[in-house]
């Protein structure tokens, strides 16, 4: 009697294989990806890093300041100095507060000529009987399997998708 590979048992060795390798491939290409999408993600940090330092540098009290410029000299003394600014008061001035007052209207007289008279009141409900005794609790209820509802048919379902690693590879021959 032959020894049978290891494995699973009535299995063939060849598929387990062949399966193997197109697991590593897809492995491998999924790595690539993510190899990639680390190199795109460190040089996006790269460039936003020199963007921020290009900032720095040229914002305020930074190595090229607007401070250096040259100060204007003044106008000539034909034109009189602008005036100066208001004095600030010590107690600031008060706020209008958010909350607003709203006047409620006067209630309009209702002109009785072009208005038509309102429609009666409805009749109040009538008040729920009591349960019977002789009919039973809700808890008891049982469904008609004769008044069973049958599911609808569904159409035909579409084909389904491929394998998680794409379409099944023909077997070796």
């Known amino acids: ?6 494995g699973f048992p009535g299995q063939n060795n060849k598929y387990v294989n062949d399966f193997t390798k197109a697991l590593a491939s897809e492995v491998r290409i999924l790595l690539a990806e993510v190899g990639k999408l680390r ?6 940090q790269y460039e936003i ?3 921020m330092a290009v900032k720095s540098k040229h914002g305020a009290g930074g190595e090229y300041s607007p401070d250096w410029r040259p ?15 208001p004095a600030i008061e010590d107690e600031p001035t008060q706020a209008r507060p958010g909350w607003r007052v709203v006047h409620k209207r006067p209630e309009r007289k209702a002109i009785k000529a072009k208005q038509p008279a309102p429609p009666p009141a ?3 409900a009538p008040m729920p009987e009591a349960p019977r005794p002789e009919l039973p609790a809700w808890s008891q209820w049982r469904p008609n399997p004769l008044l069973a509802p049958t599911p609808l048919s569904a159409p035909a379902s579409p084909a389904p998708p491929p394998g998680l690693f794409g379409p099944p590879t023909p077997p070796p021959k």
């Open 49 to 51: 890093a020199e963007l």
């Open 1 to 6: 009697m032959a020894k049978q590979p290891p």
């Open 71 to 85: 100060k204007i000299e003044a106008p000539p003394s034909d034109v009189p100095p602008p005036p100066p600014p």
């Open 39 to 44: 190199d795109e993600r460190r040089q996006l």
């Open 122 to 124: 409805p009749a109040p």
